[in-house]
């Protein structure tokens, strides 16, 4: 059977309409397109890189349509970095933070889309167009003479595990990467210790992670979790709401409530239908049929 014709203003609306609903652009592999006669992204994609179904244009991918037509970073092909450039935006970051960045600092300002920690990497590594073998810090030592005996205090095995332990008396399950800060330190993060051990940064070797260090540490999780209730996950939203002033969603750091359940296994059960919820939906849809809340999940007062 002879597959319709496709049209570039067609895919568009499409991809608008996916992310109006979800929050996030289509990639290829986000199955089928709501609202088409059974088109999945996949099709799409492979028709636009091979010219066909009617598409007319130079044969490129979904991720470079939607890059070119509507700005969506494509991860492919990221600009490259230059080291002129990453010590002009370390200057920026002084003379308005007043202090220099660190690979924790988050978000370029001068540079939408990039981060702190991308362009450490990337001198560590050598990606985007760099060598690779430095770091921001060894970057800021030699170009702004940042001393350094300043770095910051190394971490030991034996403190992670303390922290961990700390993490599972509490919550009764071991933390992860996606968990939330850790109680006594300064702002240290679980994926921050997960990238530590992961790079060797702060005094560890690296080549590691955070689940292969506590692997076996803690008695495995039951394969039947208690099922899930929408009125228990609207309590849980309302508590986050109180303590945070912002409605949760999908990557939201912690646990929701006292359950020991990420943000982000909330929105998998709400979506696929598991632990005895319906499906078909998701964290941010019940937030906003709930709350009112936008698609963002923006809202001034909860109820």
Request: proline fraction near 6%.
């Amino acid at each position: 059977m002879r597959r319709p014709v496709l049209t570039i203003p067609q895919i568009l609306a499409w991809a608008d309409a996916f992310h109006k609903s979800t929050g996030h652009w289509p990639k290829r592999d986000s199955g089928r397109i709501i609202g088409s006669l059974g088109e999945t992204w996949t099709a799409v994609d492979m028709a636009l890189k091979n010219c066909g179904r009617g598409l007319h244009v130079p044969g490129i991918s979904l991720a470079q349509l939607l890059a070119e037509r509507r700005g969506v970073r494509n991860r492919m092909r990221l600009p490259k970095f230059t080291v002129r450039q990453i010590v002009a935006w370390t200057i920026a970051h002084y003379e308005r933070a007043g202090t220099w960045p660190t690979h924790t600092s988050g978000a370029v300002v001068e540079a939408p889309g990039e981060t702190w920690f991308a362009v450490d990497k990337a001198l560590r590594n050598g990606r985007r167009g760099l060598k690779g073998g430095s770091s921001l810090f060894q970057l800021l030592a030699e170009h702004h003479h940042v001393r350094l005996h300043r770095r910051i205090p190394a971490v030991t095995i034996d403190q992670i595990l303390d922290w961990a332990d700390a993490h599972f008396a509490r919550f009764k399950r071991p933390p992860t990467q996606t968990s939330s800060l850790i109680p006594g330190t300064s702002g240290i993060t679980w994926g921050a210790v997960n990238q530590m051990l992961d790079e060797g940064y702060r005094g560890l070797p690296g080549g590691s992670s955070l689940s292969l260090l506590l692997d076996g540490r803690y008695p495995v999780r039951s394969r039947h979790p208690p099922p899930l209730r929408i009125s228990q996950i609207l309590r849980w939203a309302k508590a986050y709401f109180r303590e945070h002033r912002k409605w949760p969603h999908v990557k939201s750091p912690g646990f929701a409530g006292d359950s020991g359940i990420t943000w982000g296994a909330v929105h998998q059960a709400l979506r696929g239908g598991y632990r005895g919820l319906p499906g078909g939906s998701s964290l941010s849809k019940l937030l906003r049929k709930h709350f009112k809340t936008d698609k963002r999940g923006a809202r001034q007062t909860g109820r």
